[in-house]
């Protein structure tokens, strides 16, 4: 897992050629891996790395048979190089830091480089790269000088460093890296680079971020930028920083000379910034202009040989005085006693000395009844102040945490700030905690809960935070005549069970409830009583609209209700169903599921899409109000898709930020709801995610991952990404895991599949995702669960997620539910499924000679559907039909249980339109017979496919045609012959003599039936 650098003593010319002796003694890196796959690519790269005392030199040869499908152009520095055939560097010095550097080169020359960080990408960051590159006859090739100087050289930086090569290969569609599984953005799989033997300590000049500092002087507030430099080379240096503007190339704006000792800072000033008011804010200030100075460069001011560059990014807000909740760390709890809960403040002054200004007075006000309920007072504060309370000993509920610079006899405030807090109490002390997402508040029966009373009784109960409570009563009997009745008592009572005759002896309701305690009435003869604080579990989306159009029936609300929205709390509507003529003949559905106590959401847009980098923050409030869910009562909050950071300005979050402030204002009780992709890593999301907090919302974090070939991996791309990711949510905004709704992805029929691997039941890998947030810590407290998206799964998938959410979400369990129905990670039923092995494991019985081949075609798997970096599906058996006979494949289908239900599924396609670039829409005419088996039903479905694009000679407009087989089956005994043709039937071809298809994905699996 490990390359070594080359030194070089002679640096290479840049011309993208790789011809100098230098390069012929390099290392070779080698093993480009697909995307997503630990598949070699199919179009393999070889690196190189050198190296001197000033530059890294990379050296990337891309193999290419067929130069003239090289795709590139000249672009701008930092355009959309990615578009176009390119190589990719990433970098990572510093294994203690988070950052890393990606250098993207196209077949042009072109550079785009940005910084980055999780989830986030700094595309104004230059890193001063400079690059070359060259066609050959077999090949493309590109050299790429970066500077040291730019890499922000650390003393924790060493020889050896994380690396990453990637190349992108337009036609046809190839995505590779030498990283694990050929990731391009996850650090952890990357390779290391070593021997970097460079003396790189006079490199480790340390510049801060941009820091604002405000003075008030006769009552007017300005404010200044300044950054800090630090000199850990380990010696003393003069150092001479040049100030330079947006043009990098033009003389510096002005030069300062730094004598530093060993381990000395100083601060540099870059000048004054002009700020101007935010509309209905006192405490925050919008930076409308900042410094002119964009770059410094530190270079030793005797040899003038560059040290450092930083990219200079200054806030978009000024605050006299921050105030923001942050993670908790050890040194912060010394004061407090063991097991307590921790609330961690930080109150950083923008003021140049906050104690000749006065002290700093922190208070917590318990917002219901306005009630100062702590405070304390800093006599000589810190530019930057931790205070860290005991939230145990505070009330639960909403409070504000207040904090002001006084004057030293707390008369006079020269700056506030304020924060929302909603204080939820240990779990363990409102019930029994079942796992993370589930805590049992109530469970009685008999005695317990009528005692001597015979008719009617009352129970108490607290739910443990703003959020749903799942009920269950049960009754020994039928009911007779009357009726048994369980109602929330308060200012209206709100019967939600009713026990009639004719019903079954267990009613269930949900219902959203505030945090507090709260009271039930309960007739007799209610025997049982289970009341349970459990997650939001949302439906995305309705109508359903499957692609399916055989399965449609299970999408009707009838069948929806029957199996899938008793487990359910809340569901997600398409557009179409908040406008005419389908809003008004939702009405009954509409109707039914509020009454049931359950929400509507309406579907949104972000208007940075529209807008752009200029938007105001009229212009996303008028954007966002004009949406059905703030004119319409139906719909009880907006969910909006999608946030992420690099698709549009990360300014804009700024007014957006704004507008779902002044949402929350205006409409208090509509709640908004955010998709977001993992974006944790980008600090200036920071307040928009806040800001739907305080809305008393939730951000939804997308996570959509396909399978793995093995449980081992499966659990390792759990921890890297779902743990990991979650813990990134920390790090950005505490216990984020309580305020976050996680989408997983549950698509699984075409023409979008995580369901790629015909070797795995996709079911068991929805389990293990769902089980690993029920029980690993880092999700405590999970606020709820929903899935993306109904549209493309097919009706097992969707059956199958909510019994899931009931297992982990409603009857609060923490085993692996597919154990109970015997359901395995990996199938063992067939012999290479997929045709990765050509024909091994098959019968093959042609009709002619050469009539039945094995093959490969680049892209077929994207066609079928199969997605998110999936490098499978390419591979097939390939058919021509004959008039005399039919071309038949067999297998015997293993470890089957009779009686048990099975379904089978498959890929066909037209491999002449495959060939020729064009597939209509058709009709295959194949067999799938199995012998020892009882059919229960089945289709075949052909499909349009929705990844064209990718795989040349198709397009975005010439989207190819296939097939989707689809069968169930009862097991009569514990094997199976499995026989496909290419005829209809035994008697007919039923099909075009001459045409070839391609079969793969024969899945065959344990079937989750109706329950």
């Not at 650390?154 to 337009?170: E, G, L, Y």
């Not at 297998?891 to 209509?920: A, H, V, W």
């Amino acid at each position: 897992d490990s390359f070594p650098a080359t030194r070089t003593t002679i640096p290479p010319v840049l011309d993208g050629k790789l011809t100098e002796a230098s390069w012929q003694g390099a290392s070779e890196i080698t093993g480009f891996r697909q995307y997503g796959s630990e598949t070699m690519a199919t179009f393999q790269s070889i690196g190189y790395v050198l190296y001197d005392d000033s530059y890294l030199y990379f050296g990337v040869r891309c193999l290419e048979p067929n130069p003239e499908n090289i795709q590139s152009e000249v672009k701008a520095h930092d355009a959309n190089v990615w578009s176009d055939d390119g190589i990719e560097i990433m970098l990572k010095p510093d294994s203690n830091n988070s950052r890393y550097f990606q250098f993207i080169v196209n077949a042009s020359g072109s550079i785009f480089d940005g910084l980055r960080n999780h989830g986030g990408v700094d595309p104004g960051w230059n890193g001063d790269a400079t690059a070359a590159t060259a066609i050959g006859e077999d090949h493309w090739s590109a050299e790429v000088r970066i500077p040291f100087y730019v890499l922000g050289i650390s003393p924790n930086v060493t020889s050896s460093w994380a690396f990453n090569i990637c190349r992108n290969k337009k036609r046809p569609i190839e995505m590779s890296a030498v990283a694990r599984e050929g990731q391009y953005n996850e650090p952890w799989k990357y390779k290391s680079l070593t021997h970097i033997n460079a003396d790189l300590t006079k490199y480790r000049v340390e510049i801060g971020s941009p820091q604002l500092v405000g003075d008030i002087k006769a009552g007017t507030l300005s404010a200044s930028a300044a950054i800090s430099v630090t000199n850990s080379t380990g010696k003393e240096r003069r150092l001479r920083v040049g100030h330079f503007g947006a043009n990098a190339a033009a003389d510096p704006l002005q030069t300062d000379q730094l004598p530093l000792a060993a381990g000395q800072s100083t601060t540099v000033e870059l000048g004054p910034v002009l700020l101007g008011a935010l509309a209905d804010r006192s405490d925050v200030f919008r930076i409308t202009a900042p410094p002119p100075t964009r770059r410094l460069v530190v270079s030793d001011a005797a040899t003038g040989e560059k040290l450092v560059l930083a990219n200079l990014q200054f806030p978009s807000e000024f605050k006299v005085l921050g105030l923001e909740l942050v993670p908790s760390e050890p040194g912060d709890m010394a004061t407090l006693s063991a097991g307590t809960l921790p609330l961690t403040i930080e109150l950083t002054s923008s003021l140049p000395d906050p104690r000749q200004a006065g002290i700093l007075i922190l208070g917590v006000i318990e917002m219901e009844t306005a009630d100062m309920v702590t405070s304390r007072v800093v006599t000589n504060p810190d530019r930057v102040t931790r205070i860290t309370l005991d939230r145990s000993r505070l009330p639960t509920g909403r409070l504000r945490i207040t904090a002001s610079i006084c004057g030293t006899d707390g008369r006079w405030s020269l700056a506030n700030a304020s924060h929302t807090y909603l204080n939820l109490p240990a779990r363990e002390s409102a019930g029994k905690v079942l796992n993370n997402l589930v805590t049992e508040l109530l469970s009685l029966q008999g005695d317990e809960l009528f005692g001597d009373k015979s008719s009617q009784t009352t129970v108490e109960f607290t739910n443990p935070r703003n959020g749903w409570v799942f009920f269950s009563s049960t009754i020994d009997d039928q009911p007779g005549t009357d009726k048994a009745e369980i109602a929330l008592q308060g200012e209206t009572e709100d019967t939600i069970i009713i026990h009639s005759p004719g019903q079954s002896t267990t009613q269930e309701a949900m219902r959203w409830l505030r945090l507090g305690k709260h009271v039930l009435s309960v007739d007799a003869p209610v025997e049982k009583l289970v009341v349970r604080a459990i997650p939001e579990i949302s439906f995305f989306r309705y109508p359903a609209s499957t692609q399916l159009p055989q399965q449609k029936t299970l999408f009707d609300w009838e069948n929806l209700q029957k199996y899938v929205l008793h487990n359910m709390n809340s569901i997600s509507v398409a557009g179409v169903m908040t406008r005419e003529p389908l809003r008004s003949k939702s009405q009954p559905e509409l109707d039914a599921w509020k009454k049931a106590g359950k929400r509507w959401y309406a579907i949104g847009l972000v208007p940075a899409y529209k807008l752009g980098g200029d938007m105001t923050t009229q212009q996303a409030y008028e954007f966002w109000a004009d949406n059905a869910c703030y004119k319409d009562d139906a719909w009880a909050g907006i969910i909006i898709d999608e946030f992420s950071v690099g698709d549009y300005p990360v300014k804009t979050y700024v007014p957006m930020t704004e507008a779902v402030r002044r949402l929350t204002a205006e409409f208090p009780d509509k709640r908004f709801l955010p998709f977001c992709l993992s974006m944790y890593g980008a600090k200036e999301v920071k307040p928009f995610i806040e800001a739907v907090i305080d809305n008393g919302s939730q951000f939804v974090w997308e996570w959509y991952e396909r399978e793995e070939p093995d449980e081992e991996r499966a659990r390792n791309k759990l921890t890297s990404g779902l743990v990991e990711g979650m813990k990134g949510w920390r790090s950005l905004v505490p216990e984020a895991q309580t305020h976050a709704i996680l989408c997983l992805g549950y698509y699984s029929s075409p023409p979008f599949s995580l369901n790629e691997n015909p070797a795995v039941d996709y079911k068991v890998w929805k389990d293990m995702q769902y089980q690993r947030l029920a029980t690993d810590p880092t999700f405590v407290g999970l606020y709820g669960l929903m899935e993306w998206n109904s549209k493309y799964a097919d009706e097992e998938t969707v059956r199958w997620q909510a019994r899931l959410c009931r297992h982990y979400g409603i009857e609060g369990k923490t085993n692996l539910l597919s154990e109970e129905y015997g359901f395995r990670y990996n199938l063992t039923h067939l012999q290479n499924p997929d045709f990765d092995e050509g024909a091994t494991g098959w019968t093959v019985t042609p009709a002619a000679g050469d009539s039945v081949n094995t093959g490969t075609f680049t892209g077929l798997g994207r066609l079928e559907g199969r997605v998110r970096g999936s490098s499978r599906g390419d591979n097939f058996v390939r058919m021509r039909r004959s008039a005399n006979a039919p071309n038949r494949i067999v297998q015997e289908i293993k470890n089957l249980e009779p009686g048990r239900l099975y379904s089978i599924k498959m890929f066909t396609c037209d491999y002449q339109g495959l060939m020729k670039g064009k597939i209509d829409k058709q009709t295959h005419a194949v067999a799938m017979d199995l012998e020892n088996v009882e059919m229960i039903e089945g289709f075949q479905q052909p499909f349009e496919s929705h990844r064209g694009q990718e795989v040349p000679p198709f397009s975005g407009k010439n989207q190819p045609w296939l097939s989707y087989h689809w069968y169930v089956f009862r097991a009569a005994g514990d094997s199976a012959r499995l026989v496909i043709s290419d005829w209809a039937s035994d008697e007919e071809p039923g099909g075009p003599v001459g045409q070839e298809l391609t079969f793969n994905f024969i899945e065959v699996q344990l079937y989750y039936a109706p329950e």
